[in-house]
């Protein structure tokens, strides 16, 4: 199930971090970019943070 936080969200998982763009800040991502990681449940639970999957996403 896609919960709408992104297109590419792989079924099952969920959002784990979003980062975007923020001029005031100094931070940024390509052309005003987001990069969305997500991860499956059971992998957050079990701290295994290598299996989560990221996207940068550019508009």
Known sequence: MN???HPQQPRGHILFTRF???RALGMG???FGMLYSFIDP???LAAGF???R???DCS
Do not use: I, N, R, V
Request: charged fraction near 15%; hydrophobic fraction near 30%.
């Open 20 to 22: 975007d763009t923020d």
């Open 54 to 56: 990221t996207y940068w």
């Open 50 to 52: 290598g299996a989560t």
């Open 29 to 31: 991502s390509g052309d």
């Open 42 to 44: 059971a992998g957050l």
């Open 3 to 5: 919960s709408g936080f």
